[in-house]
Nanobody, 121 residues
Framework: VQLQASGGGLVEAGGSLRLSCAAS????????IAWFRQAPGKEREGVSCRRSTDGRTYYADSVKGRFTVSRDNAKNIMFLQMNNLKPEDTAVYYC???????????????WGQGTQVTVSS
């Protein structure tokens, strides 16, 4: 199980970015896929969780209405579309795959390398 997050960068407040999570060695649809983020000096935060068991996606309150998860099954890639970005969204973003399919537990997931998102005010 390998994951690679990409698409981060520097953007002004109010701007948008789309992160990608490319999977190899497994099919994204067979795992619960989460996006986490961690800002310097802060605890890791779960951003979203898409369950493979029922296809439902859950979002943290801090990003609800601004972030959207989608996927390209043919390419086995999960996306995180981030709109109306705020400085407090600045963090390293990671995607993770939980084999349970119905939860996004950081401890039981496989993790990819993160991608830095920086939002300037």
């Amino acid at each position: 199980v390998q994951l690679q997050a990409s698409g981060g960068g520097l953007v002004e407040a109010g701007g948008s970015l789309r992160l990608s999570c490319a999977a190899s060695g497994f099919m994204l649809d067979d795992y619960a896929i989460a996006w986490f983020r961690q800002a310097p000096g802060k605890e890791r935060e779960g951003v979203s969780c898409r369950r493979s068991t029922d296809g439902r996606t859950y979002y943290a309150d801090s990003v609800k209405g601004r972030f959207t998860v989608s996927r390209d099954n043919a390419k086995n890639i999960m996306f995180l579309q981030m709109n109306n970005l705020k400085p407090e969204d600045t963090a390293v973003y990671y995607c993770a795959a939980d084999p349970s399919g119905n939860r996004c537990s950081a401890d039981s997931s496989s993790w990819g390398q993160g991608t830095q998102v920086t939002v300037s005010s």
